[in-house]
């Protein structure tokens, strides 16, 4: 049996899923990007008239990704520090890695979660970066 889990300070979904399920005492975030809730921003994002990325700040997207994931974690009753997994999803592993790693070494400096870190050709919307994370929930 699984509960869902909606946050109502998170970006909304782009499609048909949960912003988390928990399952026993596993939260299981569905994939979180950096845009902001209730508009089509994305921070670190410039888009041309025809929506495609003409330019974006890898750091930018980073800390709101973090920031949504921590919004969904915390909403959901569990912590940062209780995240056990975490998968990464990048658009461009040669010139973004350096930087994103950075910034997680930062925000995981006392926690540090199995990681996995994939290189994509795309995402659901224009972004360079998104997570998908597995905490633990009492």
Not at 20 to 38: D, I, K, Q, T, Y
Request: one cysteine or more; charged letters at 25%; glycine letters at 6%.
């Amino acid at each position: 049996m699984s509960e869902r889990i909606d946050s109502q300070k998170a970006p909304e979904p782009v499609g048909a899923y949960p912003h988390a399920r928990r399952v026993g005492n596993l939260l299981f975030l569905s994939g979180v990007g950096p845009r902001e809730r209730g508009t089509k921003v994305i921070p670190g994002v410039t888009l041309n008239e025809s929506g495609e990325i003409v330019a974006y700040d890898i750091e930018v997207q980073c800390r709101s990704v973090f920031k949504n994931v921590r919004t969904i974690v915390e909403e959901a009753g569990s912590g940062w520090d209780r995240i056990v997994d975490v998968t990464v999803f990048l658009t461009n592993m040669k010139d973004d890695f350096a930087k994103y790693d950075s910034i997680y070494a930062e925000y995981f400096a006392t926690n540090q979660p199995a990681r996995t870190t994939v290189e994509i050709t795309a995402l659901p919307t224009p972004i360079a970066i998104e997570l998908k994370v597995i905490a633990t929930i009492d």
